[in-house]
């Protein structure tokens, strides 16, 4: 419901932030039977979930989206008691990590309730996502409920209607029942806000589940979820999802409904923002994105453009050309990246459905510069607004991005010529793609091209709280507009991952990154889940997707259990 409670009603910033916050904890007492009693948190809560929930719970919540898409369907598991596990397991997840803003146990059982009713009634569920529940990340609007974006000046506003993702998702059957933390001005990869403070990742409770989509990461990994919805344009699925060891995709822009957010920057264009899905299993992607494009949202949102599903065979039956990026030139990979990545690569190399080779990062730091300069084009003036409305606090990581040294307030010739830059680039980019090629047409259509490109999706695995500093692995991707797919692979081991950087920095984000791991070595991120990043060209996003699926079929990923 909307706040009282508010700027406007004369409250300070930490009044509002309280009253946020005694808000959500009402909501949690409200799901029943209530959770024991916690005596210390530990540094990995994975096991936690064992220890309180029911053997049925832990079942139903450790399921997959297709397991349970089916169980239902069958109506051996009723949408009443898949809905009440989850909530359960999403406020035993708040407690450990502070992951979320509400939980929505009344309309959550209402419409699971009637989700039953309609399967006994009709012999057939309602569509693909009969029963699934899916936990949306907060600045997506949900009608009559509050939407601040983490902005305190932002408490009380309320969304009136249901954002255009949610209403396609509830008529496939989808029940929304708890929403997520987000990072203050949705432009961190940490999640840290003066309304709810810090959320911390279930792993390893020192280190960050990622963001913007943190409260998301949190949720899916400590598999209090298994199908979230996540925003992204830096990182901000495919972070979390790497941090917490859970799939996310970040689709092509222009394929899946955005209408109905609310963030700063609402308009632009020359660094569009995507929406996609995290989960536990890479069929739940694949259901959550094929869903929405089977429904034609491009005929409601006419932004989107009118591209089906592809069903095709995108290989036939031909090798997968794969190719790697080890280090991205600008900031060396830490050694369990580097050890994953080299895990993943052998395995590849040994089957014969994989053709490997190395790709030569084209000027990545430039690719930084150009999306850096086009992220607050009105020089940061509405984040400044937003944060002066209520006078809370600049936090460092918003303050270490909205205020980087690349940031221009523009002038409309200036913000012309940065976005033919953004294009050159993105031409150039292309021109090394199609360079891969083995041959070329009569007509001149280049083929047997790299298909996708296996790379990190940051410098380590998830970082210590404050220090995730470096963007390029997944804003290069934005930046050229092209899908990512991120997939766990491993964890951090101190038996297999203590080793020296021995590596000369190039420049100050490098040498942070290999001071964080003199410091803290392999032990300081224990536990941590490794995982990487495909990434493939503009609108392929369904060959991405097939290309992790003969991946991981040939490899066996993941190669560790996140449960």
Same mark, same amino acid.
């Given at each position: 419901?909307?706040?009282?409670?508010?700027?406007? $009603?004369?409250?300070?910033?930490?009044?509002v932030?309280?009253?946020?916050?005694?808000?959500?904890?009402?909501?949690l007492a409200?799901?029943?039977?209530?959770?024991?009693?916690? #005596?210390d948190?530990?540094?990995n809560?994975?096991?936690i979930a064992?220890?309180?929930?029911?053997?049925?719970?832990?079942?139903?919540?450790?399921?997959t989206?297709?397991?349970?898409?089916?169980?239902?369907g069958?109506?051996?598991i009723? $949408?009443?008691?898949?809905?009440k596990?989850?909530?359960? *397991?999403?406020?035993l997840?708040?407690?450990?990590?502070? %992951?979320?803003?509400?939980?929505?146990?009344?309309?959550?059982?209402?419409?699971?309730?009637?989700?039953?009713?309609?399967? &006994? #009634?009709? /012999?057939?569920?309602?569509?693909?996502?009969?029963?699934?529940?899916?936990?949306?990340?907060?600045?997506?609007?949900?009608k009559?409920?509050?939407?601040?974006?983490?902005?305190?000046g932002?408490?009380?506003?309320?969304?009136?209607?249901?954002?255009?993702?949610?209403?396609i998702? *509830?008529?496939?059957?989808?029940?929304?029942?708890?929403?997520?933390?987000?990072?203050? %001005?949705?432009?961190h990869?940490?999640?840290?806000?003066?309304?709810?403070?810090?959320?911390?990742n279930?792993f390893?409770?020192?280190l960050?589940?990622?963001?913007?989509?943190?409260?998301?990461?949190?949720?899916v990994?400590?598999?209090?979820? @298994? @199908?979230?919805?996540g925003?992204? !344009?830096?990182? $901000?699925?495919?972070?979390p999802? +790497?941090? %917490?060891?859970?799939? /996310?995709? #970040?689709?092509?822009?222009?394929?899946?409904?955005?209408?109905?957010?609310k963030?700063?920057g609402?308009?632009?264009?020359?660094?569009v923002?995507?929406?996609g899905?995290?989960?536990t $299993?890479?069929?739940?992607?694949?259901?959550?994105?094929?869903?929405?494009?089977d429904?034609?949202?491009?005929? *409601?949102?006419?932004?989107?453009?009118?591209?089906?599903?592809?069903?095709?065979?995108f290989?036939?039956?031909?090798?997968?050309?794969?190719?790697? !990026?080890?280090?991205d030139?600008v900031?060396?990979?830490?050694?369990?990246?580097?050890? &994953?990545?080299?895990?993943?690569?052998?395995?590849?190399?040994?089957?014969?459905?994989?053709?490997?080779?190395?790709?030569?990062?084209?000027q990545?730091?430039?690719?930084?510069?150009?999306?850096?300069?086009?992220y607050?084009?009105?020089?940061?003036?509405?984040?400044?607004?937003?944060?002066?409305s209520?006078n809370e606090?600049w936090?460092p990581?918003?303050?270490h991005i909205?205020k980087n040294?690349?940031?221009?307030?523009?002038?409309?010739?200036?913000?012309?010529k940065?976005?033919?830059? *953004?294009d +050159?680039?993105?031409?150039?980019?292309a021109?090394?793609?199609?360079?891969?090629?083995t041959? =070329?047409?009569?007509?001149?259509?280049?083929?047997g091209?790299?298909?996708?490109?296996?790379?990190?999706? /940051?410098?380590?695995?998830?970082?210590?709280?404050?220090? &995730?500093?470096?963007?390029?692995?997944?804003?290069?991707?934005?930046?050229?507009?092209?899908?990512? @797919? =991120?997939f766990?692979?491993?964890?951090?081991?101190?038996?297999?991952?203590?080793?020296?950087m021995?590596?000369?920095?190039?420049?100050?984000?490098?040498?942070?990154n290999?001071a964080?791991?003199?410091?803290?070595?392999?032990?300081?991120?224990?536990?941590?889940?490794?995982?990487?990043?495909?990434?493939?060209?503009?609108?392929?996003?369904e060959k991405?997707?097939?290309?992790?699926?003969?991946?991981?079929a040939?490899? /066996?990923?993941?190669?560790a259990?996140y449960?």
């Amino acid at each position: 419901m909307a706040a009282t409670v508010t700027i406007k $009603s004369g409250a300070s910033w930490q009044e509002v932030a309280e009253d946020r916050q005694k808000y959500r904890d009402a909501t949690l007492a409200k799901v029943e039977p209530a959770l024991g009693k916690l #005596k210390d948190i530990p540094r990995n809560t994975l096991p936690i979930a064992k220890e309180l929930l029911t053997a049925e719970e832990v079942k139903i919540t450790e399921s997959t989206v297709e397991e349970l898409a089916k169980q239902i369907g069958d109506s051996d598991i009723s $949408s009443v008691d898949v809905v009440k596990a989850f909530l359960r *397991r999403a406020v035993l997840a708040q407690t450990l990590t502070n %992951c979320v803003t509400e939980v929505l146990p009344d309309q959550a059982i209402e419409r699971a309730k009637y989700l039953d009713e309609y399967l &006994a #009634k009709n /012999g057939k569920p309602i569509g693909p996502l009969h029963g699934i529940p899916i936990s949306v990340k907060e600045h997506i609007g949900m009608k009559g409920l509050d939407h601040n974006a983490g902005f305190v000046g932002w408490v009380g506003g309320v969304a009136d209607d249901d954002a255009l993702i949610l209403k396609i998702l *509830r008529a496939a059957g989808a029940v929304f029942y708890v929403r997520t933390t987000q990072p203050q %001005c949705l432009m961190h990869l940490e999640t840290s806000s003066n309304l709810y403070g810090t959320t911390t990742n279930p792993f390893n409770t020192t280190l960050t589940p990622g963001g913007s989509s943190g409260g998301e990461g949190a949720l899916v990994g400590f598999r209090a979820s @298994l @199908l979230g919805i996540g925003t992204d !344009i830096g990182g $901000s699925i495919r972070g979390p999802a +790497a941090n %917490c060891g859970v799939y /996310g995709l #970040k689709p092509t822009t222009k394929r899946l409904p955005v209408s109905g957010l609310k963030a700063v920057g609402g308009g632009q264009e020359q660094i569009v923002p995507t929406i996609g899905p995290l989960s536990t $299993s890479l069929e739940g992607l694949k259901i959550f994105t094929k869903t929405l494009i089977d429904a034609k949202p491009w005929l *409601r949102e006419p932004g989107l453009l009118p591209f089906p599903w592809k069903e095709e065979d995108f290989f036939n039956g031909r090798k997968i050309k794969v190719a790697v !990026i080890w280090d991205d030139g600008v900031v060396k990979p830490q050694p369990p990246v580097t050890r &994953a990545l080299k895990e993943v690569v052998d395995k590849l190399a040994s089957s014969d459905k994989f053709e490997v080779v190395d790709w030569k990062p084209y000027q990545h730091d430039r690719a930084w510069e150009i999306i850096a300069n086009l992220y607050f084009c009105d020089g940061g003036k509405e984040n400044d607004e937003a944060l002066a409305s209520s006078n809370e606090p600049w936090l460092p990581l918003s303050t270490h991005i909205a205020k980087n040294k690349h940031v221009e307030h523009h002038t409309i010739t200036s913000l012309y010529k940065a976005v033919m830059g *953004r294009d +050159a680039y993105r031409q150039e980019y292309a021109n090394l793609w199609n360079s891969t090629a083995t041959s =070329v047409t009569q007509d001149g259509t280049p083929e047997g091209m790299v298909d996708v490109i296996l790379c990190p999706v /940051g410098p380590g695995s998830a970082p210590k709280i404050e220090t &995730a500093k470096w963007w390029g692995y997944t804003s290069q991707w934005n930046l050229l507009d092209y899908p990512g @797919l =991120v997939f766990p692979v491993d964890k951090v081991d101190v038996s297999k991952d203590s080793v020296d950087m021995n590596h000369e920095p190039r420049n100050e984000r490098d040498e942070e990154n290999v001071a964080l791991w003199k410091e803290h070595g392999a032990e300081g991120y224990k536990d941590a889940p490794v995982s990487l990043q495909l990434v493939g060209r503009r609108y392929e996003d369904e060959k991405l997707i097939q290309a992790l699926e003969i991946i991981q079929a040939e490899t /066996g990923l993941p190669f560790a259990s996140y449960t």
